[in-house]
């Protein structure tokens, strides 16, 4: 068989099947999904709040120690969030013209609430307090909550019995059931 310059050669070429281009494509689509999921920052991000607080400035930049603000954490089952007129400790003084903190001063004049969206939970069923884990185990926020210093917005978690169970093995903690989770 002679090839197209025809100089009697055989053909040395091979046809490309089609598999070997669906596997190319496949790969390259799982390349392209591994490095937004892996890489690209907005895929760990949590949803968008009304005021957008970066805890990294606050905890990371600022060193406010988380207390400051979630201040039920040592006696409470929620940290809870704080009010408005905590914001404004430093923000009366600290960029008050900032578009965002003058947004938030609209909330604090109406006095309302800011409609933050949750972003850490427990299932109903559950029976969570933070007063043995941050006073009496005297575990950091970061070992349950990940290093919020790093963070702008935080990711969505909803803490998982396999997480729990994991962390109270290894801490020898109470593990019955009903006496420690589920009441």
Partial sequence: ????????????????????????????????????????????????????FSHR??????????????SFV?????????????CFFCHEYVIPQH?????????????????????FWV?????FHHRPHVSWAKFDCSKCHGDVRTMDRLPRVEFQMGFCVTCHRKHKAQIDCWLACHR
């Fill in 99 to 119: 578009p965002e903190i003058r947004k938030e001063k609209s909330y604090f004049d109406a006095q309302k609430p800011v409609p933050w969206k949750r972003v």
């Fill in 74 to 86: 040592e006696r409470s089952q929620d940290a809870g969030i704080p009010e408005v007129k905590k």
């Fill in 123 to 127: 299932p109903d069923f559950v029976f």
């Fill in 57 to 70: 400035v606050h905890a990371g930049v600022k060193q406010i120690d988380c207390r400051f603000c979630h």
């Fill in 1 to 52: 068989m002679m090839n197209e310059e025809g100089n009697g050669r055989p053909e040395t070429r091979r046809p490309i099947r089609r598999g070997y281009i669906w596997l190319g494509i496949a790969g390259a689509v799982f390349a392209v999904l591994f490095f937004f999921y892996s890489f690209f920052p907005a895929s760990r991000v949590g949803p968008v709040q009304p005021i957008p």
